[in-house]
């Protein structure tokens, strides 16, 4: 399916013409992933398109990651290219390691747990081909369920949850299923992952790369995201004030976008706003206190306001609490969809 063309960045890059077949660097990160690294490998080896390395940078992973990498870089020589760290440098360091061994023309990001479907990287390479000021791709993603395979969402089934800008992206928290993403090397902004965050660096990046062209969208399903509880998906409560410094140094490090701090008051707002949903039936008085922040940042919002009032007799009455838990699991992605 073509891709349906977006909007504008303030900024109006020119970059240089994409060759008739570009090379396609698959970025993969992996630690201690020797259970799913396989699968993973395959799905991109898998792809239809011909001109494609796969960059892998494995964390100093203790289990048979680096064996099975190994293994694969003897089978296909060229194409998969594993770069074995002697120490851990987490998340963020890791994934600059991969990133600045990519010399693709344009750079896919992939995790060590996830898949792609078959036809997405020739998609995504068309989408840029006829997109030339594109800087940033993406497509929606079937996210599952690790043990059981069965999906618990489709991403971006609703035109309300489009990424169409840095503004998008920034509103509604980043682009579900990190592995969806595309991008083009020349917006990469300097030092790549900011690794003052050392976990969830990938959203202010993101929002960086879009600042400098545009982003577009394959509206197809072409990739997987796997949950399994060991994700920094499934540890937002936790990371919560990096997140929020994410947003932070995008203002600091872009003075020239006279938008982003207003912008990145209201990320903040929504982003806190969707964590207390979420604790709405884990932790009722942490619900109520993220929500008491929305209403500082926001005091405009009658949203915010609402779901202050609503965590605040979901803490004290148990009535309310119990229709919580019964209506707060069926209810987070029509509320998402709806709301955008």
Same mark, same amino acid.
């Given at each position: 399916?073509? =891709?349906?063309?977006?909007?504008?960045?303030?900024?109006?890059?020119?970059?240089?013409?994409?060759?008739?077949?570009?090379?396609?660097?698959?970025m993969?990160?992996?630690?201690?992933?020797?259970?799913?690294?396989?699968?993973?490998?395959?799905?991109?080896?898998?792809q239809?398109?011909?001109?494609?390395?796969?960059?892998?940078?494995?964390?100093?992973?203790?289990?048979d990651?680096?064996?099975?990498?190994?293994?694969?870089?003897?089978?296909?020589?060229?194409?998969?290219?594993?770069i074995?760290?002697a120490?851990?440098?987490?998340?963020?360091?890791n994934?600059?390691?991969?990133?600045?061994?990519?010399?693709?023309?344009?750079?896919?990001?992939?995790?060590?747990?996830?898949?792609?479907?078959?036809?997405k990287?020739?998609?995504?390479?068309?989408a840029?081909?006829?997109?030339?000021?594109?800087?940033?791709?993406?497509?929606?993603?079937?996210?599952?369920?690790?043990?059981?395979?069965?999906?618990?969402?489709?991403?971006?089934?609703?035109?309300?949850?489009?990424?169409?800008?840095?503004?998008d992206?920034?509103l509604?928290?980043?682009?579900?299923?990190?592995?969806?993403?595309?991008?083009?090397?020349?917006?990469?902004? =300097?030092?790549?992952?900011?690794?003052?965050?050392?976990?969830?660096?990938?959203?202010?990046?993101?929002?960086?790369?879009?600042?400098?062209?545009?982003?577009?969208?394959?509206?197809?399903?072409?990739?997987?995201?796997?949950?399994?509880?060991?994700?920094?998906?499934?540890?937002?409560?936790?990371? @919560?004030?990096?997140?929020l410094?994410?947003?932070?140094?995008?203002?600091?490090?872009?003075?020239?976008?006279?938008?982003?701090?207003? @912008?990145?008051?209201?990320?903040?707002?929504?982003?806190?706003a969707?964590?207390?949903?979420?604790?709405?039936?884990?932790?009722?008085?942490?619900?109520?206190?993220?929500?008491?922040?929305?209403?500082? @940042?926001?005091?405009?919002?009658?949203?915010?306001?609402?779901?202050?009032?609503?965590?605040?007799?979901?803490?004290?009455?148990?009535?309310?609490?119990?229709?919580?838990c019964?209506?707060?699991?069926?209810?987070?992605?029509?509320?998402?969809?709806?709301l955008?």
């Amino acid at each position: 399916m073509a =891709p349906n063309f977006l909007e504008e960045s303030l900024v109006t890059s020119t970059f240089k013409q994409l060759p008739t077949e570009p090379l396609v660097s698959v970025m993969v990160i992996t630690y201690n992933q020797a259970h799913f690294i396989r699968e993973t490998l395959d799905s991109v080896l898998s792809q239809d398109y011909p001109r494609l390395e796969i960059v892998v940078a494995d964390d100093a992973s203790t289990d048979d990651t680096p064996r099975i990498l190994e293994e694969y870089a003897a089978r296909y020589p060229g194409r998969v290219k594993p770069i074995l760290n002697a120490t851990n440098l987490g998340i963020t360091g890791n994934s600059n390691v991969a990133l600045f061994g990519c010399a693709g023309d344009l750079v896919a990001v992939m995790g060590g747990d996830d898949l792609f479907l078959p036809g997405k990287v020739s998609k995504q390479v068309e989408a840029f081909r006829s997109n030339p000021e594109a800087v940033l791709c993406y497509h929606p993603v079937d996210i599952f369920e690790s043990k059981s395979n069965q999906t618990i969402f489709v991403t971006d089934q609703h035109a309300r949850e489009d990424i169409r800008s840095y503004r998008d992206i920034i509103l509604k928290g980043g682009i579900a299923g990190a592995s969806s993403v595309m991008i083009r090397p020349e917006a990469i902004p =300097p030092g790549g992952f900011d690794e003052r965050l050392p976990w969830v660096s990938d959203w202010q990046f993101y929002i960086e790369v879009a600042l400098r062209g545009k982003v577009i969208k394959v509206n197809e399903v072409l990739g997987r995201y796997r949950k399994h509880g060991l994700g920094a998906s499934d540890r937002t409560l936790e990371l @919560l004030d990096e997140s929020l410094y994410a947003l932070d140094l995008v203002v600091e490090k872009n003075p020239e976008f006279s938008d982003l701090p207003a @912008l990145c008051k209201q990320g903040k707002a929504r982003y806190i706003a969707g964590e207390a949903f979420r604790q709405l039936t884990k932790d009722p008085q942490i619900a109520a206190q993220l929500a008491k922040r929305c209403v500082d @940042l926001a005091p405009e919002s009658s949203r915010y306001r609402i779901l202050r009032a609503f965590s605040i007799a979901n803490r004290w009455m148990p009535g309310v609490s119990w229709l919580t838990c019964k209506v707060v699991p069926y209810a987070k992605y029509a509320l998402k969809r709806r709301l955008g």
